[in-house]
């Protein structure tokens, strides 16, 4: 088989077109220097904003200056994740240069950073790499050509005699930086086709190289949200009602004025702010305010631990047992198959709501100057972020202006603006420029978060121990509604009269409530393995907790389930784990390779030390797959998990210590819900509150971690969030082979 050509894997691979009808370039004046416009969504045609030197350049992604600066303005949030060293990575290969020679800028609000999947401006769905890395080669080799076209004229020689090396124009035994012709390339028509670097010649990508951004971080230097600060800012806490969604219908603040460094206190529409010289004077008044609420019927009403069949646990597994079901999906037979299973498996899972506990707390810096809004904020979303502020400081949304930062943690949670909201409504009622920052009670207890699931399964096996028929339905709310409500809020004020945003922007609770599926409540449940009939039902049922996306999304909770199941099949059978689900792969390759690679670098047919078992698992997500193979012991019903074998295939993996940083931070992230993450609830309100009851993976916990890359030629793929789905799989399933005991909900907890 030939070895296919960069450029026709990822055309392949990402479906976006590399033409001019997939991408406008266009080259303008900018401090007599060149800038190149790369409009993410195919279709911008707005002209670039403040072309010069010193301004922000939101719709310019590549600028390289007369004085040869070369500026790449990031068009996706950097939260941990590596967006900021890989893409500029990918600039670097095709650009000629060196990474650590391009300065990195965070873009803020613009039309032209649209996420083409999503169709707004959004990091997440580990799609950043993957929707960007043909279109950022292409454009940077364009680049690359013109200032070579540039200089061939300018010294009067052929294309041919002019070379490239790290930022410079090589030619007649003289090196002379791009900068030289940036202004005379300026003149020049862009060039569309620009030959890309072949892999076997690539210089950055596919090395093993340092972030771009570590030297920043590690020394304090790198500008997060909640380092924001300027002459004249105030800082404001809130205090919101214990029962996410309820308002003020009272409030005496008498005492809380009388507190040392208050300047101000101000209702907004989910609570009552308190202002302050300083964050602790704001948050130590909070408690002397007196505040009366109207509570949400629906969610006040609830309680996790409560055994009645319409509440708690309850409530899902009423819902679970109904015949109240939409189908998802269905092939072959689907469910009429089990009446010619030879013999049937059922298990019922359970997982828990989940916080995202973002190590930097949510906040967000608003300064409102007539009718013109700033905002410095770590955001997910600065197009959402920028209309939810719009509304709620009652400014036209074209005068929001967005300073983007690091961001201390994403995981889908800065997906939201809530927080953003909040801050422009404060910023709006006090007159003042705040900066609102959530404590940490705040952020566990008004979190969006990751919704409650109970499924379960029915497999039906054949004479011949193959799955015939596999079964699963799932209980639990969506999370589209929520999406639906926020992306309305955010995008319609703009369009449509307020009275007819807030109606249309709840109507995502009925339709996905009784009528429609969200493919995210499904997604992982029934995909991976071969097996001829199969069908997944969904039940709605919603307490009213908050929900947004968490890391890996559905996934983080099917692959529990899914991988679990499956080990419980081939267990009953008496089939070895990994040769069963083997069996079940034929049709997915890639996930039968990452599955023996695994297994033969974790040493799982070799005798492991006397008490050591292994469990395994392997998931599909976010175009990646990957297998995990965790090496257990427990005595005394104490667990220990002592090392966790790791295989991803991602595509061509652009910088190796990134994506085996990612694959450690989803098994990491992973273990914490798996071992102790939940959010339980007493009458509506979130029982957690820091880090004492909803604890994080300790040192001392942490596994020993092997990550192996599978080499490919193929695109970049998602490495963000692949890495958790599996994880508590693998360890439940060691944990069945050390004791027999099968822990089907999550946390995991092992009782005497």
């Not at 013109?372 to 197009?383: A, I, K, R, S």
């Not at 009269?497 to 029934?526: A, C, Q």
């Amino acid at each position: 088989m030939a070895t296919p050509t960069p450029q026709n894997i990822i055309d392949k691979a990402t479906g976006i077109s590399t033409t001019r009808r997939g991408f406008i370039k266009n080259l303008s004046m900018a401090g007599a220097g060149l800038v190149v416009g790369l409009p993410l969504t195919a279709c911008a045609s707005n002209p670039l904003p403040n072309n010069n030197l010193s301004a922000l350049q939101p719709n310019a992604v590549l600028q390289i200056t007369s004085d040869n600066q070369i500026n790449f303005y990031l068009p996706r949030s950097e939260m941990g994740q590596g967006t900021y060293t890989g893409l500029t990575t990918i600039v670097a290969e095709e650009l000629d240069v060196d990474p650590a020679r391009i300065h990195v800028l965070h873009a803020g609000k613009h039309e032209d950073y649209i996420n083409p999947e999503f169709q707004f401006q959004a990091t997440g769905g580990s799609n950043s790499l993957r929707i960007h890395f043909l279109p950022l080669r292409h454009l940077a080799a364009n680049a690359r050509q013109v200032i070579r076209q540039a200089a061939a004229q300018q010294l009067n020689l052929s294309l041919a005699d002019i070379q490239t090396d790290n930022g410079n124009i090589i030619a007649n035994g003289k090196i002379m930086p791009y900068g030289d012709f940036a202004d005379h390339a300026n003149s020049l028509p862009f060039p569309e086709d620009a030959p890309l670097t072949d892999k076997e010649q690539f210089k950055y990508i596919g090395k093993n190289t340092h972030t771009l951004d570590g030297l920043q971080k590690s020394t304090g230097t790198a500008q997060f949200g909640i380092d924001i600060d300027f002459e004249g800012l105030h800082r404001a806490a809130l205090k919101r009602c214990p029962v996410i969604g309820g308002t003020v219908k009272s409030f005496d603040d008498s005492e809380a004025k009388t507190m040392p460094g208050v300047k101000l206190i101000v209702e907004i529409y989910n609570g009552v702010a308190v202002i302050a010289e300083h964050y602790y004077q704001a948050k130590n008044a909070l408690p002397k305010l007196k505040i009366q609420w109207n509570l949400p019927d629906t969610l006040s009403a609830f309680s996790s631990d409560s055994t009645a069949t319409d509440n708690g646990k309850g409530l899902f597994k009423t819902a679970l047992d109904s015949d109240q079901a939409t189908n998802a999906f269905e092939q072959g037979d689907g469910i009429e198959a089990l009446q010619n299973a030879d013999t049937i498996v059922s298990a019922e899972y359970w997982a828990p709501y989940l916080a995202h506990s973002t190590m930097e707390p949510m906040n967000c810096t608003a300064r409102l100057t007539g009718d013109t809004l700033e905002l410095w904020v770590g955001t997910q979303t600065p197009q959402l972020a920028a209309y939810a502020a719009a509304y709620y400081a009652d400014v036209p949304k074209d005068n929001v202006i967005v300073h983007s930062t690091f961001l201390g943690g994403g995981f889908g949670r800065r997906s939201e603006s809530d927080f953003v909201a909040e801050a422009a409504a404060i910023a709006k009622a006090s007159g003042l420029p705040i900066q609102l920052c959530w404590s940490r009670e705040d952020d566990m207890q008004n979190d969006r978060y990751r919704p409650a699931s109970m499924a379960k399964f029915t497999i039906g096996i054949n004479k011949q121990g193959v799955i015939d028929s596999w079964i699963v339905k799932r209980a639990g709310p969506q999370l589209m509604p929520y999406v639906i409500d926020n992306l309305v809020d955010g995008l319609m004020p703009s369009i449509l009269p307020n009275p007819m945003v807030d109606w249309l922007s709840k109507t995502g609770y009925g339709l996905y409530g009784s009528l429609l599926v969200d493919h995210s409540s499904v997604e992982g449940l029934y995909e991976d393995y071969d097996v001829p009939h199969k069908s997944s039902d969904h039940v709605s049922v919603d307490p009213g907790l908050p929900l947004g996306a968490w890391r890996s999304v559905g996934h983080s909770f099917s692959g529990f389930f899914k991988e679990s199941m499956i080990d419980e099949v081939a267990a009953q059978l008496n089939q070895d784990a990994v040769a069963f689900r083997l069996k079940h792969l034929n049709n997915n390759p890639k996930l039968a390779n990452v599955l023996r690679v695994a297994a033969d670098k974790a040493g799982w047919h070799k005798p492991l030390p006397a008490g050591h078992y292994h469990g395994v698992a392997v998931h599909e997500s976010f175009s990646s797959f990957v297998s995990q193979i965790a090496e257990v012991s427990v005595n005394n019903n104490q667990l220990i998990i002592h090392r966790v074998t790791c295989v991803i295939d991602c595509g061509l993996a652009v910088n190796p210590g990134i994506v085996e940083a990612q694959m450690e931070s989803g098994i990491i992230y992973g273990l914490s819900a798996a071992l102790s993450g939940e959010i339980t609830l007493k009458n509506g309100q979130v029982q957690q509150s820091n880090f004492h009851d909803y604890p994080a993976l300790r040192m001392h916990e942490t596994p020993a971690i092997d990550v192996v890359i599978i080499d490919s030629d193929e695109a970049p793929t998602g490495v963000g969030e692949p890495g958790l789905p599996p994880i508590a799989a693998a360890v439940a399933n060691g944990i069945f082979a050390a004791t027999g005991k099968r822990l089907r909900s999550l946390p995991l907890k092992l009782e005497a």
